[in-house]
């Protein structure tokens, strides 16, 4: 339904909440990948923050106590997110998946850090 949507025009840059929360934030938040991926081809910005709290899409597919699926977080950074983005906290999203001690989540990006890395 997304694809049909957005082939009638739906523009994937309007906030779809008052707090500037974007399409893409809301797919990342309920890990729906393939939402995801339709909307990043369709050109949604990978690293854009809310106005709230200054979340990522990224922020929004890691900081939820039941994230064990991983795949959407995947997608974001295998499409380049970015690391290194603060919330209004001066928070990275490594520095608050820490704090709250999402293994998984750590695991994940420490094994992106690496890639990204030089050797």
């Known amino acids: ?18 707090n500037g929360s974007k399409a893409l934030h809301i797919a990342a938040y309920y ?27 990224l922020h929004c597919a890691l900081l939820k ?12 950074l295998d499409r380049g997110a970015r690391l290194d983005l603060e919330d209004v906290y001066n928070r990275t999203v490594e520095q608050m998946v820490r704090q709250k001690r999402y293994t998984a989540a750590i695991e994940l990006i420490e094994e992106y850090k690496k890639k990204r890395s030089p050797p």
Not at 31 to 53: K, M, S, W, Y
Not at 65 to 76: M, V
Request: overall charge negative; some cysteine; glycine content about 8%.
């Open 1 to 18: 339904m997304i694809k049909e949507l957005i082939e009638a025009g739906a523009d994937v840059h309007l906030p779809v909440k008052g």
């Open 31 to 57: 890990a729906f990948p393939q939402c995801v991926n339709i909307l990043l081809d369709a050109g949604a910005d990978l690293n854009e923050q809310t106005l709230d709290d200054g979340y990522t899409p």
């Open 65 to 76: 106590e039941d994230s064990q699926d991983l795949q959407t977080a995947r997608i974001l």
